[in-house]
């Protein structure tokens, strides 16, 4: 994306604070569809949430009782990255790292086992279809599997993208639509005296106008001055760390798919990329805005890694990685129209930002557009009660009909 100055813009219809995948998914079908759009961010590209991020887009291996409402929207958000990814590189001119071969979810021993199957009747009831295999057919279709492995389930509709090309191809298609960056950190939201947000300060000294304002700046985005009190709900920052690994030039990779697996209670995951690289992962740890890596969390996820697939112990280690997850209090992302106007939020993904960037994108795009979520992003408005895990109300805010 091009990067220009705050003194060369006009105002522009919106204004996305954040470059990570969810703002640019919300630039770009905001710019298709006929706003003009200008990107505030310190960085283009740089470390943040997305770059780290493995790129699972798996809610049939990722299901779990009392979300229920969101697996449905991921499971609609998966649905539509086909078409999401061949309009992006048709804008854009740059591959999105989409791989379809599917996912196998593994379990280490027979408690392991037992848990995934528990699981068996709630991916039923949202339409996820899974094929249950044993611990013979887990290896028939990934050899490098360890012999302890029990059996496992195959989801075949759950793929991976690489999440560093995928921002590579928003940024290229953004802007072949229009959207322009600021590069700048910004400091305070611009409410005028009628209440309405109208832009942003930034940390240089200028201000960018614009008729409305998205924040999708991650962990962040509550820390911007100027939010009135209880506008934005509190983010806190779950921690993950994972390891990129290389295999050695001409040999094969130790996973051809997306592996999860549950070793003793303890999830990790193999994905591969077309590089020949494998993303390992990862921890989940409240630890506030800790961003060390740490050598027992790395020594974690290469544990449970080696007793699924023990040649990885032989892989390069390429890069370690540590992010930020954005959580918000009910887990929920946080989208539309806020109780400020001019003002939306498009935060709060957790662990599926990735996942979830195709339907944010479009229920972002219909926000901006007409004032309201479509009906199927209704239970994630921002205006919503927060008030814990499962806590979502259903008053939700602004809508429009026809939609489910």
Same mark, same amino acid.
């Given at each position: 994306?091009?990067?220009?100055?705050?003194?060369?813009?006009?105002? !522009?219809?919106?204004?996305?604070?954040? !470059?990570?995948?969810?703002?640019?998914?919300?630039?770009?079908?905001?710019?298709?569809?006929?706003?003009?759009?200008?990107?505030?961010?310190?960085?283009?590209?740089?470390?943040?949430?997305?770059?780290?991020?493995?790129?699972?887009?798996?809610?049939?291996?990722?299901?779990?009782?009392? =979300?229920?409402?969101?697996?449905?929207?991921?499971?609609?958000?998966?649905?539509?990255?086909?078409?999401?990814?061949?309009?992006?590189?048709?804008?854009?001119?740059?591959?999105?790292?989409?791989?379809?071969?599917?996912?196998?979810?593994?379990?280490?021993?027979?408690?392991?086992?037992?848990?995934?199957?528990?699981?068996?009747?709630?991916?039923?009831?949202?339409?996820?279809?899974?094929?249950?295999?044993?611990?013979? =057919?887990?290896?028939?279709?990934?050899?490098?599997?360890?012999?302890?492995?029990?059996?496992?389930?195959?989801?075949?509709?759950?793929?991976?993208?690489?999440?560093? !090309?995928?921002?590579?191809?928003?940024?290229?298609?953004?802007?072949?639509?229009?959207?322009?960056?600021?590069?700048?950190?910004?400091?305070?939201?611009?409410?005028?005296?009628?209440?309405?947000?109208?832009?942003?300060?930034?940390?240089?000294?200028?201000?960018?106008?614009?008729?409305?304002?998205?924040?999708?700046?991650?962990?962040?985005?509550?820390?911007?001055?100027?939010?009135?009190?209880?506008?934005?709900?509190?983010?806190?920052?779950?921690?993950?760390?994972?390891?990129?690994?290389?295999?050695?030039?001409?040999?094969?990779?130790?996973?051809?798919?997306?592996?999860?697996?549950?070793?003793?209670?303890?999830?990790?995951?193999?994905?591969?990329?077309?590089?020949?690289?494998?993303?390992?992962?990862?921890?989940?740890?409240?630890?506030?805005?800790?961003?060390?890596?740490?050598?027992?969390?790395?020594?974690?996820?290469?544990?449970?890694?080696?007793?699924?697939?023990?040649?990885?112990?032989?892989?390069?280690?390429?890069?370690?990685?540590?992010?930020?997850?954005?959580?918000?209090?009910?887990?929920?992302?946080?989208?539309?129209?806020?109780?400020?106007?001019?003002?939306?939020?498009?935060?709060?993904?957790?662990?599926?930002?990735?996942?979830? !960037?195709?339907?944010?994108?479009?229920?972002?795009?219909?926000?901006?557009?007409?004032?309201?979520?479509?009906?199927?992003?209704?239970?994630?408005?921002?205006?919503?009660?927060?008030?814990?895990?499962?806590?979502?109300?259903?008053?939700?805010?602004?809508?429009?009909?026809?939609?489910?």
């Amino acid at each position: 994306m091009s990067v220009t100055t705050p003194s060369s813009q006009s105002p !522009a219809d919106v204004l996305v604070v954040g !470059a990570g995948l969810i703002g640019l998914a919300t630039a770009w079908r905001a710019a298709r569809a006929g706003l003009s759009v200008t990107v505030v961010a310190e960085s283009f590209g740089g470390p943040c949430a997305s770059t780290v991020a493995a790129g699972m887009l798996t809610p049939a291996t990722e299901a779990s009782f009392g =979300e229920e409402e969101l697996m449905r929207l991921c499971v609609r958000s998966r649905d539509l990255f086909p078409g999401f990814v061949a309009e992006l590189e048709q804008d854009g001119g740059s591959p999105a790292g989409y791989r379809a071969e599917g996912t196998l979810q593994v379990a280490f021993d027979a408690d392991d086992m037992a848990r995934l199957g528990h699981l068996g009747d709630l991916r039923t009831r949202l339409g996820l279809g899974t094929e249950r295999l044993t611990g013979r =057919e887990c290896r028939r279709l990934e050899p490098m599997l360890a012999p302890s492995v029990r059996g496992g389930y195959l989801a075949a509709g759950d793929h991976s993208v690489d999440p560093r !090309a995928l921002l590579q191809a928003l940024r290229a298609a953004a802007e072949r639509c229009g959207a322009v960056g600021v590069r700048d950190r910004v400091r305070r939201l611009v409410v005028d005296g009628d209440g309405r947000a109208r832009g942003v300060a930034l940390d240089s000294g200028g201000e960018i106008a614009a008729g409305q304002v998205v924040l999708a700046a991650g962990v962040d985005t509550p820390s911007i001055a100027g939010i009135p009190e209880g506008v934005v709900p509190p983010l806190r920052p779950v921690k993950g760390q994972l390891l990129r690994l290389r295999t050695p030039e001409g040999e094969p990779p130790p996973v051809t798919r997306t592996v999860r697996g549950l070793v003793k209670g303890s999830p990790v995951y193999l994905v591969p990329r077309e590089t020949g690289e494998i993303v390992l992962g990862a921890t989940q740890e409240e630890q506030g805005f800790d961003t060390r890596l740490t050598a027992g969390g790395l020594w974690e996820v290469l544990r449970d890694a080696h007793e699924l697939v023990p040649g990885v112990s032989e892989l390069e280690v390429a890069e370690t990685c540590v992010g930020l997850r954005p959580g918000s209090p009910d887990n929920e992302p946080l989208l539309g129209p806020t109780a400020v106007p001019g003002l939306q939020l498009a935060a709060g993904h957790f662990r599926h930002g990735v996942l979830l !960037a195709p339907v944010t994108g479009d229920a972002m795009a219909r926000a901006l557009t007409t004032g309201a979520l479509p009906d199927y992003a209704r239970r994630f408005a921002a205006t919503r009660s927060t008030g814990g895990p499962g806590a979502a109300g259903a008053d939700g805010g602004p809508t429009e009909g026809g939609e489910q």
